[in-house]
Each structure stands twice: as C-alpha cells, then as structure tokens.
C-alpha cells in the first residue's frame, strides 16, 4: 500500500496538499461539513504518490461529506481528479483498476446528486410533480448528458495518468535493454580478449619453451645455436608483449589499439614456428579470395592456435600440413599433424574451444579430433568477395 518515493517527492506533496487545502478555506466555505471535505482532499493530494490507493480511499470520504453538506460541485473537486491520475498513474495493478471503477461509479453517482440535491417539499401534489418528472424525456436526457459529461472528465483524468505510466515504462524498459546489451557487449569484448590473450600467450610461450629446450640439448654440440635460439626468444617475447599490451588497452579504449594481424601475416607465424623446431608447410590451394577483416583474424587465429597446440602436443619430429582450399563460397582449414606419444588425443582445453568459438562467430563450422593416429583440425571460414 505504501510506495517507495524520495523524502523530495514526499514533502512536495505534503505542500501542494497543504497550499491547496489553506487557499480554498481562505475563500469561504458554506460549513463544517464541506470545510472537513476540503481538509480530506488536501490529505488525498499529500498521499497520491505515497499511497494511492490510500488517496483514494480519503478522496471518496471527501465526496461523500460534501454530498452530505449540499454543496455544488466545486473548485476543490479537481483534487479528485488528481487523485484519479495518481492511481492509474502510481497504483498496483489493483488500485489501478479501482480506480477506473471509481471514475465510473462517481460519475453515476455525482449525476445524481446534481438531479436530486434538492427534492421537492413532501406534499402530495408537489410529490406527483416530482414523479412525473422523473418520468419525461427530459428528465432522463439530463441524466443522461450529466453522466456523460461526468464520465468524460473523470476517465479522461484516469486515461491520461495510464498513459504517462504506459510511456515511463516503456523508457524504462528501453533503458533496461540498453543496459543488457551494454553488458552483454562488454561480456563478448572479455570473452574476445581473452581468447586473444590465450592465443599470443600459449603461441609465445610454446616457442619461448621449444627454443629453451633446442637450446639446452644444441649447446654442447653448437654454441652458436644459443645466440639463435635466445635471439628468436627475445623477439617472440617483444611481439607477445607488444600484443598483449595491445590487449590491455583494449579493456579502456573501445577501438583497437593497433593492427590486427591478416593472412598476409601466416608466413611470418609459419617461419617464426619452423625457427622454434617445427616442421610446418603451408599450403594454398586455388585463389585466395579478398574476405572481411573479422574473418580474416578469424581464419589466421585458428591456424596460429592450430600449429601452436601441434608444437606443444604434437611429434615435431614430422611433418606439420596446414593447407587452405579456397572455393568460391569458403575457405576451408585442415591442419594435420602426428600425435606424440605422452600427449592425449582426447584432450580439449581453451584453445579448441577459441577456435571453435571463432569459427561459429565468423558463420562458419569447426571441428577437431584424432584421424588415424593424427590430430586434424578442420574449419570452413565463409567467403563474401569484395566488391
């Protein structure tokens, strides 16, 4: 019954409550009576934020005292109207309705306290006059145009208070679904950068950790395979950070902070993994066709997650196939490598689940698992040609 409302919104209405209810007893009222019904609807105007249902219940009491006063309609009575606005406006889905119920049963009721506030003198002649009255065309003509004219104005009150309610929750729920999508947005870009993230990580890491090992083992037989080998670590480690950077500030800037890298830059990531020890070919079959720069992320990041997991999972003792078949509708992805002998087969971490991700994100399919003693990564990245 009691609403949530500022202690602000409170105390406004306790004054126009109150500056109603002092301006008009400073014009005259005709008694006590109406006097009371004055104060009641100055108390309905305090509540019909508050407790509309409460407002409504005092703004019927003020009514019925003024009726029993014999007062006209009056200025006052706009309070009435206010209050009507306020429930459909304020009110819970049953004050709401009640008080549409209210603006029709007060209308009956007003039309006939304006026929019948003054009855005739109880005789017999004036009583027949009165009761023929009441039964000519007249009669029921001015019952009829009051209870219109009264219906009119109170619904129209109530009408007006439901469609200012009807518009603030619609605003309100656009705002609601300005904010899912906000957060749904903001869920997507963490998801994207933390594929991202585990993508330049695990690469880097698996070519820091193969040339280390290279390393180690090539020291004795060839130092000068520790120059190489720390030089290639060193440059893979400035790219990682340099990316990863790249990705930090992306959780505080909206647009990217730098290039994104494309399929002119497999090369580049093929002979970056063949200097960590991996035996790779790549390999393009038909004409590579001009495709969205998304889909494109998407196709390299798959070949870049595809060779590092062969690196870390794999025999790097054979032969790594990455090809790409271009078709005029897709660019199809198989990488097949051997699986070493301590790895699993059956194993699916992040970086399978990246992938797939990014392939079902570009419109295409993804899939991967053990071939005949290799692991194959299959997917199939739609093509849209420029125009």
């Given at each position: 019954?009691?609403?949530?409302?500022?202690?602000?919104?409170?105390?406004?209405?306790?004054?126009?409550?109150?500056?109603?209810?002092?301006?008009?007893?400073?014009?005259?009222?005709?008694?006590?009576?109406?006097?009371?019904?004055?104060?009641?609807?100055?108390?309905s105007l305090a509540l019909r934020r508050v407790s509309p249902a409460l407002a409504l219940a005092v703004a019927?009491?003020?009514?019925?005292?003024?009726?029993?006063?014999?007062?006209?309609?009056?200025?006052?009575?706009?309070?009435?109207?206010?209050?009507?606005?306020?429930?459909?406006?304020?009110?819970?889905?049953?004050?709401?309705?009640?008080?549409?119920?209210?603006?029709?049963?007060?209308?009956?009721?007003?039309?006939?306290?304006?026929?019948?506030?003054?009855?005739?003198?109880?005789?017999?002649?004036?009583?027949?006059?009165?009761?023929?009255?009441?039964?000519?065309?007249?009669?029921?003509?001015?019952?009829?145009?009051?209870?219109?004219?009264?219906?009119?104005?109170?619904?129209?009150?109530?009408?007006?208070?439901?469609?200012?309610?009807?518009?603030?929750?619609?605003?309100?729920?656009?705002?609601?679904?300005?904010?899912?999508?906000?957060?749904?947005?903001?869920?997507?870009?963490?998801?994207?950068?933390?594929?991202?993230?585990?993508?330049?990580?695990?690469?880097?890491?698996?070519?820091?950790?193969?040339?280390?090992?290279?390393?180690?083992?090539?020291?004795?037989?060839?130092?000068?395979?520790?120059?190489?080998?720390?030089?290639?670590?060193?440059?893979?480690?400035?790219?990682?950070?340099?990316?990863?950077?790249?990705?930090?500030g992306q959780l505080r800037h909206s647009q990217d902070a730098g290039p994104q890298p494309a399929l002119v830059?497999?090369?580049?990531?093929?002979?970056?993994?063949?200097?960590?020890?991996?035996?790779?070919?790549?390999?393009?079959?038909?004409?590579?066709?001009?495709?969205?720069?998304?889909?494109?992320?998407?196709?390299?990041?798959?070949?870049?997650?595809?060779?590092?997991?062969?690196?870390?999972?794999?025999?790097?003792?054979?032969?790594?196939?990455?090809?790409?078949?271009?078709?005029?509708?897709?660019?199809?992805?198989?990488?097949?490598?051997?699986?070493?002998?301590?790895?699993?087969?059956?194993?699916?971490?992040?970086?399978?689940?990246?992938?797939?991700?990014?392939?079902?994100?570009?419109?295409?399919?993804?899939?991967?698992?053990?071939?005949?003693?290799?692991?194959?990564?299959?997917?199939?990245?739609?093509?849209?040609?420029?125009?």
């Amino acid at each position: 019954m009691i609403r949530a409302i500022t202690s602000r919104q409170l105390a406004f209405d306790v004054c126009c409550g109150l500056a109603f209810t002092v301006l008009r007893l400073l014009f005259g009222v005709d008694n006590t009576a109406f006097a009371l019904a004055v104060g009641l609807l100055g108390i309905s105007l305090a509540l019909r934020r508050v407790s509309p249902a409460l407002a409504l219940a005092v703004a019927w009491l003020a009514a019925i005292l003024q009726m029993h006063s014999g007062t006209t309609p009056d200025l006052a009575d706009v309070a009435i109207l206010v209050v009507l606005f306020s429930t459909a406006r304020y009110g819970n889905p049953v004050v709401k309705w009640l008080g549409l119920a209210s603006a029709v049963v007060g209308a009956f009721v007003a039309t006939l306290y304006l026929l019948f506030r003054r009855p005739p003198t109880v005789n017999a002649t004036e009583y027949l006059d009165f009761v023929s009255s009441m039964l000519s065309p007249s009669f029921f003509v001015a019952l009829i145009g009051y209870f219109v004219a009264l219906l009119a104005v109170l619904v129209l009150s109530w009408t007006a208070g439901l469609l200012v309610r009807t518009r603030a929750t619609a605003r309100d729920s656009r705002r609601d679904q300005l904010l899912a999508e906000q957060a749904v947005a903001v869920e997507q870009e963490r998801n994207r950068i933390a594929r991202d993230m585990h993508d330049v990580v695990a690469h880097s890491l698996a070519v820091v950790i193969a040339q280390a090992d290279g390393a180690r083992y090539a020291r004795e037989a060839d130092p000068s395979a520790v120059d190489v080998a720390l030089t290639t670590i060193s440059s893979t480690a400035r790219e990682a950070l340099a990316d990863v950077r790249i990705l930090l500030g992306q959780l505080r800037h909206s647009q990217d902070a730098g290039p994104q890298p494309a399929l002119v830059d497999l090369e580049r990531l093929v002979d970056q993994l063949r200097a960590s020890g991996l035996l790779v070919s790549l390999e393009q079959n038909g004409d590579p066709l001009s495709i969205p720069a998304g889909r494109q992320l998407a196709l390299y990041r798959i070949v870049q997650e595809g060779l590092t997991n062969a690196l870390r999972h794999g025999d790097i003792e054979r032969e790594v196939v990455a090809a790409i078949d271009w078709s005029p509708d897709a660019a199809s992805l198989t990488i097949r490598n051997a699986v070493a002998e301590h790895a699993s087969v059956d194993h699916v971490g992040h970086g399978l689940v990246g992938m797939r991700e990014r392939a079902l994100l570009a419109g295409g399919t993804f899939s991967a698992g053990p071939e005949g003693g290799d692991f194959v990564v299959r997917a199939s990245i739609p093509v849209l040609v420029a125009s």
